[in-house]
């Protein structure tokens, strides 16, 4: 059986069709009536070779790490797989999907990202607790990144937002994006865009497809030139989430 329905994502009307339902469960705060909101920007759809893939490309990166292989459930596996899809079709939108943990403040968007394991998601829970109904989650996994072309960056919230499914169908305004690491005390600095890019390459989704790839390269960079950049050394605790504020925006830390 097939499964299809629209979503709005990133600001873009979204047809899925799919062999499973669960990517429709996943997605579904974010659907929306074809005629209520103009129509499809663009459809993805999905086949048991898709699938494939993504168990293959999953055991390979399993292999890689040295780590247990891992054996997913193929409706798990075809979320992947349209999210794969959709990342590459945003691309002609100067959208691209970032693997990172995003926040807003105040409306205004901070952006973690960092190794596997440092504790993104556990820095931005500091936040929530600190900062209260000032902070929102915007995607604790996979934002999407728009370029704009006033030189701004907007990150999005979408359904695929970790293990803890933190996340909410809203866009805000990139402030900065802080590359986080742990340390025997919190500290945080600026740090230039050329210190940045290879953290910001790393982190982005990359396409094998070469035309794909020259444009997401394109959209890092301008990521990397239209906002700021911070280096985070931090202990798990609530102190690194002021620290990283105040160094972020400059608002004392007894605020």
Known sequence: MAYHSVYRIAEKNIGIASVYDEVHTLCADYRISEAADGGIDFSVSTTA???????????????????????????YLETLAVYRKIAEEMLHYDTFLFHGSAIAVDGKGYL???????????????WREVFGERAVMVNDD?????????????????????????????AVPLRAV??????????????????????????????????????????????????????????????????????????????
């Open 49 to 75: 070779s898709d699938i494939i893939y993504e168990r293959e490309k999953s055991e390979r990166e399993d292999i890689l790490e040295q780590r247990p292989v891992r054996h997913f459930p193929e409706p």
């Open 112 to 126: 973690f990202t960092a190794k596997s394991g440092t504790g993104k998601s556990t820095h931005t829970r500091f």
């Open 142 to 170: 996979k934002p999407l990144l728009r370029i704009n072309p006033d030189k701004t960056v907007t990150v999005f919230g979408t359904p695929w937002d970790g293990k803890h499914h933190l996340s909410r169908n809203l």
């Open 178 to 255: 802080c590359i986080l690491r742990r340390d025997s005390y919190n500290h945080i600095e600026p740090i230039p865009a050329s210190d940045a890019l290879p953290m910001l390459l790393q982190q982005s989704y990359r396409p094998q497809d070469i035309r794909l790839l020259k444009r997401t390269l394109e959209l890092v960079d301008g990521l990397a030139m239209h906002v700021s950049h911070y280096r985070l050394g931090c202990l798990p605790d609530r102190d690194a989430a002021e620290t990283a504020f105040a160094g972020m925006c400059g608002e004392k830390k007894d605020m």
